[in-house]
């Protein structure tokens, strides 16, 4: 099987991508030029989570961003005399405003993948049946290798002579 795009996370300096292959869930981590591929394998899954949160400096630098325009507009509107020109700031402020009040709405749905060696994490703004959908899937496919793998230890390995009957 092709490994399929589940979705990215973006930090600061980090961007991360995430993947699901047959057997495991594949991270690739891409600092500047260099990257790394991490795996979590999907039969040593402990937890898959669906979480939402709300990332409070993202909602700072919003709020902070529409008030610098808006005072702008204000301060220079009233100043000059103009009216109009308190209205440009009011008018430049309102699309970061908006922002933060959607972000403050409905937040950001993180479904994360913890193993024993390692965690992948996705990231859903704005698609939150996706983010079910990928949390259902996840689930479903660790489960699923968790049985595969259970099922294969617990047969009992044949007898040295080739017979499949247990004496």
């Known amino acids: 099987m ?8 973006s930090g600061l300096l980090v961007r991360t991508r995430v993947y699901l292959a047959t057997d495991a869930v594949e991270v690739d981590e891409i600092e ?10 999907l039969d040593e899954v402990l937890a898959v989570t669906l979480d939402r949160r709300r990332r409070w400096w993202t909602i700072a630098i ?4 529409g008030a610098l325009a808006f005072l702008f507009g204000f301060f220079l509107g009233r100043n000059t005399g103009k009216e109009q020109i308190s209205i440009v700031g009011l008018v430049l402020a309102t699309p970061f405003l908006l922002g933060a009040l959607l972000h403050m709405g409905f ?6 993948v913890f193993g024993r060696r390692g965690v992948a994490q996705v ?5 939150k ?6 949390f259902a899937l996840l689930r479903e496919r660790a489960q ?6 259970r099922g294969t230890s617990a047969e ?6 080739g017979s499949t009957n247990a004496v």
């Not at 937040?107 to 994360?112: E, I, K």
């Not at 990231?123 to 698609?127: K, L, Q, Y």
């Open 32 to 41: 500047g030029y260099t990257g790394t591929r991490r795996r979590v394998l």
């Open 62 to 65: 919003w709020l902070g961003v």
């Open 2 to 9: 092709r490994r399929r795009f589940l979705g990215t996370v």
């Open 144 to 149: 699923e290798a968790q049985d595969r793998a």
């Open 123 to 127: 990231a859903f703004s704005f698609r």
């Open 156 to 161: 009992t390995p044949p007898a040295p002579d």
């Open 129 to 134: 049946r996706r983010a079910k959908q990928m």
């Open 107 to 112: 937040g950001v749905d993180y479904v994360t």
